[in-house]
C-alpha cells in the first residue's frame, strides 16, 4: 500500500534552517502532485509547498517563498522541502500529501495519502 514517511523536523532557533523529507513508498506513478501542508494548534491546515512529479512545476504559499524549497529525487521517491530564514510563526506540524490528480490544486482534499507528519519548533 502507499505509505509517506516524514523526517527532518526539529527544533531551531529564528532564522536557522531546516531539510524535511519525505520518502514515498507503494506509488510509483509520475503522474502525482506531492504537496507539503502544516498546522499550528488552532489553526486551519495550510497549503506550504508542492510539486508535480511529471513537469516539476512548483508552488509556494505566499508566506514561504523565497525562503522554501521544494525538491524531488526520483531515483529515492523521495520529496524534500528546505526551509531557510525560519521564523516563529512556521512552528506546526509538517505533512507530505500525494494526490493522484492531473495538476497540483493546493487543497487538502484533493490529497489522499498523507504521511505521520513531522513537528516544526522554531523559538525567537
Known amino acids: 500500500q502507499v505509505q509517506l514517511v516524514e523526517s527532518g523536523g526539529g527544533s531551531v532557533q529564528a532564522g536557522g534552517s531546516l531539510r524535511l523529507s519525505c520518502a514515498v513508498s507503494g506509488y510509483t506513478s509520475r503522474r502525482k502532485c506531492m504537496g507539503w501542508f502544516r498546522q499550528a494548534p488552532g489553526t486551519e491546515r495550510e497549503g506550504v509547498a508542492s510539486?508535480?512529479?511529471?513537469?516539476?512545476?512548483?508552488d509556494y504559499a505566499d508566506s514561504v517563498k523565497g525562503r522554501f524549497t521544494i525538491s524531488q529525487d526520483r531515483a529515492k521517491n523521495t520529496v524534500y522541502l528546505q526551509m531557510n530564514g525560519l521564523k516563529p510563526e512556521d512552528t506546526a506540524m509538517y505533512y507530505c500529501?500525494?494526490?493522484?490528480?492531473?495538476?497540483?490544486?493546493?487543497?487538502?482534499?484533493?490529497?489522499?495519502?498523507w504521511g505521520q507528519g513531522t513537528q516544526v519548533t522554531v523559538s525567537s
Open positions: 500529501a500525494a494526490s493522484g490528480l492531473s495538476y497540483c490544486s493546493g487543497e487538502g482534499a484533493d490529497f489522499g495519502y
Open positions: 510539486i508535480y512529479d511529471y513537469s516539476g512545476i512548483t
